[in-house]
Each structure stands twice: as C-alpha cells, then as structure tokens.
C-alpha cells in the first residue's frame, strides 16, 4: 500500500515539473497553448497527488 502511494506521489511530481516547464515556455514564446496546457497538466497532478493521499 505504501509503495502504490509512492507511486501516486512520483507520478504527480513529473506531472508537476513538467507543467512547470510548459507554463515557463510562454514566457518565451507569448503563446497561450503552453500556459493552458501547462496548467490542465498541473490539475492532473494535483488530482494524481490527491488521488495517492486518499488510498487507504
């Protein structure tokens, strides 16, 4: 059980850093494409994240 809670969490984690990364990538290149999918990708690891804290 605690290693499926592992797995939730090092799951979000990439899923965080990487819409770290995207939403950085408007700052480059003004293109909005980046910041929303950068932010659906930041809700889908707060939603993996959540998911992992509420496995019993």
């Known amino acids: 059980?605690?290693?499926?809670r592992g797995d939730?969490?090092?799951?979000?984690?990439?899923?965080?850093?990487i819409a770290l990364i995207l939403t950085s990538f408007t700052l480059i290149t003004r293109k909005k494409f980046f910041w929303f999918a950068g932010s659906l990708l930041g809700l889908a690891g707060l939603a993996v994240a959540l998911s992992g804290f509420l496995l019993h």
């Open 1 to 4: 059980m605690i290693a499926r």
């Open 8 to 17: 939730h969490y090092e799951f979000s984690e990439v899923l965080l850093e």
